[in-house]
Nanobody
């Protein structure tokens, strides 16, 4: 049984930083592309960032490009999202997700429906 367990998050002031972690168990983590999504109250879930199986390719939403960094450590079965220069509009519940597609293409990895495995979500709140 696959599990994605998230940690990190919390409350931070505007301009601050946070790091989210997503630890996987149950299957071969290195076979998955990993993504991060977020959902703010009253809004639809939106794509944040994705990273290919090997970690060699990454893809970001325009809203976080240059501020967030996605990474992974396949030896630890863990993906990370380093969030810098946080803004109040980054406030949301953040979810990590894994997909088993072979390809790594922006339109695919940014689509929530392409992901099979999901973490439990973690709240990130940025105060102004």
């Amino acid at each position: 049984q696959v599990q994605l367990v998230q940690s990190g998050g919390g409350l931070v002031q505007t301009g601050g930083s946070l790091r989210l972690s997503c630890a996987a168990s149950g299957r071969t983590f290195s076979n998955w592309n990993m993504g991060w999504f977020r959902q703010a109250p009253g809004k639809e879930r939106e794509f944040v960032a994705a990273i290919a199986r090997s970690g060699g390719n990454t893809y970001y939403a325009d809203s976080v490009k240059g501020r967030f960094i996605i990474s992974r450590d396949n030896a630890k079965n863990t993906a990370y999202l380093q969030m810098n220069t946080l803004k109040p509009e980054d406030t949301a519940v953040y979810y990590c997700a894994g997909n088993t597609r072979v390809i790594f293409f922006g339109k695919v990895v940014s689509t929530a429906a392409e992901y099979v495995y999901w973490g439990q979500g973690t709240q990130v709140t940025v105060s102004s």
